[in-house]
């Protein structure tokens, strides 16, 4: 199974924020290649990253996790912003959580996010460690 990890998730170790051990957990033991990451979350958490004066950080993040380690790299058409629309109203999500909604679905992926939004969806989303599980 391949999962999407949301924006969130990577920002909170990134960031050494609460749940980073969980999410250090979930790295150290799951292959990296289980792993997807969309464009639009990749451009955020160096957007992020940057606004925190950790650009060091997200070239770690670049070099370990996205080029070197095997995690897929996703985008979305354009076309596909019409979804992505659609989802935002539908479910009342915030433009971000409509993309990897989207993203999710039509890769046929599991969402890994610490965000509660998901929940009101059909997609619904797991925590590291329930994966972990």
């Given at each position: 199974?391949?999962?999407?990890?949301?924006?969130?998730?990577?920002?909170?170790?990134?960031?050494?924020?609460?749940?980073?051990?969980?999410?250090?957990?979930?790295?150290?033991?799951?292959?990296?290649?289980?792993?997807?990451?969309?464009?639009?979350?990749?451009?955020?958490?160096?957007?992020?990253?940057?606004?925190?004066?950790?650009?060091?950080?997200?070239?770690?993040?670049?070099?370990?996790?996205?080029?070197?380690?095997?995690?897929?790299?996703?985008?979305?058409?354009?076309?596909?912003?019409?979804e992505?629309?659609?989802?935002?109203?539908?479910?009342?999500?915030?433009?971000?959580?409509a993309?990897?909604?989207?993203?999710?679905?039509?890769?046929?992926?599991?969402?890994?996010?610490?965000?509660?939004?998901?929940?009101?969806?059909?997609?619904?989303?797991?925590?590291?460690?329930?994966?972990l599980?």
């Amino acid at each position: 199974m391949i999962y999407l990890v949301d924006t969130n998730v990577w920002l909170e170790e990134l960031l050494e924020q609460r749940n980073a051990p969980e999410v250090r957990n979930l790295l150290a033991n799951t292959d990296p290649r289980f792993f997807a990451l969309t464009e639009f979350s990749f451009y955020s958490i160096g957007i992020i990253l940057e606004q925190h004066g950790q650009m060091e950080a997200f070239e770690d993040f670049l070099s370990d996790l996205v080029i070197d380690s095997g995690v897929a790299k996703i985008r979305l058409d354009t076309i596909d912003v019409k979804e992505v629309l659609h989802i935002r109203k539908k479910f009342k999500l915030d433009f971000d959580d409509a993309y990897q909604y989207v993203a999710a679905k039509k890769h046929g992926l599991t969402l890994i996010s610490f965000d509660s939004d998901f929940d009101r969806t059909d997609l619904k989303r797991k925590t590291p460690a329930q994966i972990l599980k």
